[in-house]
Protein backbone atom coordinates (compact mmCIF):
# COMPACT_ATOMS: atom_id res chain seq x y z
CA UNK A 1 0.00 0.00 0.00
CA UNK A 2 1.79 3.60 -0.83
CA UNK A 3 2.44 5.88 1.70
CA UNK A 4 0.46 9.22 2.06
CA UNK A 5 3.54 11.31 0.18
CA UNK A 6 3.17 8.90 -2.28
CA UNK A 7 -0.40 8.94 -2.67
CA UNK A 8 -0.15 12.97 -2.75
CA UNK A 9 2.16 12.80 -5.14
CA UNK A 10 0.50 10.26 -7.48
CA UNK A 11 -2.63 12.93 -7.06
CA UNK A 12 -0.62 15.81 -8.03
CA UNK A 13 0.57 14.01 -10.84
CA UNK A 14 -2.51 13.35 -12.27
CA UNK A 15 -4.40 17.04 -11.40
CA UNK A 16 -0.86 18.13 -13.92
CA UNK A 17 -1.64 15.91 -16.52
CA UNK A 18 -5.68 16.79 -16.83
CA UNK A 19 -4.68 20.30 -16.80
CA UNK A 20 -1.56 19.62 -19.37
CA UNK A 21 -4.15 17.61 -21.77
CA UNK A 22 -6.93 20.44 -21.10
CA UNK A 23 -4.92 23.21 -22.04
CA UNK A 24 -1.65 22.09 -24.00
CA UNK A 25 -3.01 22.07 -27.47
CA UNK A 26 -4.09 26.02 -26.71
CA UNK A 27 -0.61 27.30 -26.31
CA UNK A 28 0.77 28.19 -29.62
CA UNK A 29 4.03 26.83 -30.38
CA UNK A 30 5.83 30.63 -30.85
CA UNK A 31 5.67 30.53 -26.91
CA UNK A 32 6.54 26.97 -26.20
CA UNK A 33 9.49 27.02 -28.22
CA UNK A 34 11.49 29.34 -26.22
CA UNK A 35 10.06 27.93 -22.92
CA UNK A 36 11.53 24.74 -23.89
CA UNK A 37 14.73 26.25 -24.42
CA UNK A 38 14.95 28.35 -21.21
CA UNK A 39 13.98 24.66 -19.66
CA UNK A 40 16.36 22.76 -20.92
CA UNK A 41 18.74 25.52 -20.22
CA UNK A 42 17.60 25.97 -16.33
CA UNK A 43 17.55 21.95 -16.45
CA UNK A 44 21.33 21.76 -17.23
CA UNK A 45 22.11 24.25 -14.51
CA UNK A 46 19.76 22.21 -11.54
CA UNK A 47 22.47 18.69 -13.11
CA UNK A 48 20.33 16.45 -11.39
CA UNK A 49 20.31 12.47 -11.79
CA UNK A 50 18.42 12.51 -14.90
CA UNK A 51 20.12 15.43 -17.01
CA UNK A 52 24.03 13.79 -15.82
CA UNK A 53 22.49 10.30 -17.30
CA UNK A 54 21.54 12.18 -20.23
CA UNK A 55 25.05 13.73 -20.63
CA UNK A 56 26.79 10.33 -19.98
CA UNK A 57 24.84 8.83 -22.35
CA UNK A 58 25.44 11.54 -25.16
CA UNK A 59 29.05 11.48 -24.83
CA UNK A 60 29.05 7.53 -24.99
CA UNK A 61 26.77 7.85 -28.08
CA UNK A 62 29.41 10.64 -29.90
CA UNK A 63 32.35 9.41 -28.71
CA UNK A 64 33.70 13.05 -26.36
CA UNK A 65 32.72 14.56 -23.78
CA UNK A 66 29.24 16.33 -24.29
CA UNK A 67 28.91 19.91 -24.91
CA UNK A 68 26.04 21.98 -23.00
CA UNK A 69 24.44 23.20 -26.49
CA UNK A 70 24.35 19.73 -27.29
CA UNK A 71 22.73 19.10 -23.79
CA UNK A 72 20.51 22.02 -24.23
CA UNK A 73 18.87 21.10 -27.77
CA UNK A 74 18.43 17.26 -26.23
CA UNK A 75 16.70 18.32 -22.92
CA UNK A 76 14.47 20.78 -25.28
CA UNK A 77 13.57 17.89 -27.66
CA UNK A 78 12.56 16.06 -24.50
CA UNK A 79 10.45 19.04 -23.60
CA UNK A 80 8.81 19.39 -26.45
CA UNK A 81 7.62 15.79 -27.10
CA UNK A 82 6.65 16.26 -23.53
CA UNK A 83 4.32 19.13 -24.90
CA UNK A 84 2.91 17.12 -27.55
CA UNK A 85 1.77 14.55 -25.45
CA UNK A 86 -0.09 17.12 -23.41
CA UNK A 87 -1.13 18.82 -26.64
CA UNK A 88 -2.08 15.73 -28.83
CA UNK A 89 -5.58 15.11 -27.50
CA UNK A 90 -6.80 18.34 -28.24
CA UNK A 91 -5.66 18.55 -32.16
CA UNK A 92 -7.81 17.97 -34.61
CA UNK A 93 -6.55 15.46 -37.48
CA UNK A 94 -5.68 17.62 -39.64
CA UNK A 95 -3.41 19.58 -36.89
CA UNK A 96 -1.69 16.29 -36.37
CA UNK A 97 -1.06 15.02 -40.07
CA UNK A 98 -0.48 18.99 -40.48
CA UNK A 99 2.77 18.44 -37.52
CA UNK A 100 3.47 14.56 -38.32
CA UNK A 101 7.12 14.74 -40.55
CA UNK A 102 8.58 11.39 -42.04
CA UNK A 103 12.34 11.67 -42.43
CA UNK A 104 13.11 10.40 -46.19
CA UNK A 105 9.32 10.28 -46.71
CA UNK A 106 9.88 10.84 -50.42
CA UNK A 107 12.06 7.22 -50.47
CA UNK A 108 9.01 5.47 -48.82
CA UNK A 109 6.34 3.81 -51.78
CA UNK A 110 3.29 5.77 -52.00
CA UNK A 111 1.01 3.65 -50.30
CA UNK A 112 3.40 3.82 -46.94
CA UNK A 113 3.23 7.68 -47.12
CA UNK A 114 0.07 7.86 -47.40
CA UNK A 115 -0.53 5.00 -44.30
CA UNK A 116 0.93 7.32 -41.98
CA UNK A 117 -1.14 9.97 -43.23
CA UNK A 118 -3.78 7.76 -42.12
CA UNK A 119 -2.64 6.81 -39.01
CA UNK A 120 -1.54 10.18 -38.14
CA UNK A 121 -5.96 11.54 -39.11
CA UNK A 122 -7.04 8.24 -37.21
CA UNK A 123 -4.87 7.96 -34.27
CA UNK A 124 -5.06 4.15 -35.11
CA UNK A 125 -2.25 2.04 -36.54
CA UNK A 126 -2.90 -0.05 -39.76
CA UNK A 127 -2.26 -3.91 -39.50
CA UNK A 128 1.50 -4.25 -41.22
CA UNK A 129 0.91 -4.52 -45.30
CA UNK A 130 -0.08 -2.43 -47.90
CA UNK A 131 -2.33 0.78 -46.71
Do not use: K
Not at 22 to 36: D, E, K, M, Y
Not at 37 to 60: K, P
Amino acid sequence: MPGRSETRRNATLRTVYRLGWRSAARVPWRVVRPLTRVAARLGRRHDGHHVRLLRGNLAAVTGRPCPDDLLDRALASYLRNFYEVLALPGWSPTEVVRRVSTVNEEALPVPARWSRCRTAATGTWPEPGPA
